[in-house]
């Protein structure tokens, strides 16, 4: 595993964190609960000592089990839970958003007795909330600091101008957008916010699990699968596009051994400087040791331009 410095925070992340939208069990595929337990345990294992979760993912239940993998293999200690508030999961895929004090002050409670600890590593707000005053929702957070439930604070999925905006009133420690070789919108203020001294932590790094190389047919998912809803391009006329993708990253992967797709996606993410950690999500020890074994190795710059070059010539628009 690779460490990195996360931010101006004096944490150092493994460049793989552990994400657990999927062992929540809602929206993904559903693996008994010993099987989510052991992945957990198993990221840690090998290496991973960052973990990223929500009580958005199937209300609390992640959390759960992130708090139940910690507490039976003794490693609390060695691991930086990120979690996150302002986001409530209702069922069917549908959340709502909501950064009142109150409801920030409450989920953080909430979190804390599911994770079974008393402090969080990094607070994030999960989606901005429009209809709330940033100033209400930031006052929520520092007062989860100043009170030690919570050690450090950041933003998902917020725009620079909304993380500029809120940062008038809290010092922004984090931010996690979505990114990977297929969703690139958000590349410059992810420099931006690295520039000022946030950790950047990037989710959907695998694109949903598109760039692993295991989805070569367009494949029609549950309607609240979030590969059929969250992950457009799963769909067309993104997926062919991918497809070409794909075929570099094969080439790439038989002049390496055949390596596994997903560890040159990983790299190409992971090697961006702006980039601290890349959430990758799987539920089973073998995926989740196949993901760690990317670190053992880096794309040189010559295979870099060779993705990056089709990147632009595919994906473009992204």
């Given amino acids: 595993m690779r460490y990195k410095e996360f931010g101006k925070t004096g944490m150092k992340v493994s460049e793989m964190a552990l994400g657990t939208w999927g062992i ?49 293999s003794g490693t609390r200690q060695r691991v930086i839970v990120a979690t996150k508030c302002g986001n409530f999961y209702m069922g069917n895929g549908t ?18 007795k599911n994770l079974q600890t008393d402090y969080i590593d990094l607070m994030l707000i999960h989606w901005p909330d429009v209809n709330t005053d940033f100033a209400e929702t930031a006052d929520a957070l520092n007062a989860l600091k100043k009170s030690g439930k919570v050690l450090h604070i950041g933003v998902s999925n917020f725009t620079r101008e909304q993380m500029e905006e809120i940062g008038q009133y809290c010092t922004l420690e984090a931010y996690q957008p979505q990114y990977s070789m297929v969703v ?18 990037t989710y959907g790094s695998l694109g949903g699990g598109i760039l692993t190389g295991a989805f070569r047919k367009l494949t029609t998912f549950e309607a609240t699968d979030s590969r059929n809803r969250f992950y457009k391009h799963f769909q067309e006329p993104m997926f062919s ?11 790439i992967s038989a002049d390496r051994d055949n390596v596994p797709l997903s560890q040159i996606a990983l790299n190409w993410c992971a090697q961006k400087e702006f980039v601290s950690s890349c959430i990758v999500g799987a539920q089973s020890r073998r995926k989740i040791e196949e993901n760690c074994a990317a670190y053992q190795w880096m794309l040189t710059s010559e295979e870099i331009a060779l993705l990056d070059a089709a990147i632009e010539q595919y994906l473009v628009e992204q």
């Fill in 95 to 112: 959340y709502v958003r909501d950064g009142h004090y109150d409801k920030i002050i409450q989920q953080c409670d909430d979190s804390l």
């Fill in 24 to 72: 929540g069990g809602a929206g993904w595929d559903d693996n008994p609960e010993e099987i989510r337990i052991d992945a957990i345990c198993t990221a840690v294992e090998n290496g991973v000592n960052f973990i990223d979760t929500a009580p958005a993912y199937n209300a609390g239940a992640a959390e759960c089990l992130v708090g139940k993998a910690l507490k039976q």
């Fill in 241 to 251: 596009k991918v497809m070409k993708v794909l075929e570099v990253m094969d080439r």
């Fill in 184 to 201: 690139r919108t958000n590349e410059e203020q992810m420099k931006w916010a690295a520039e000022q001294g946030m950790g950047v932590m």
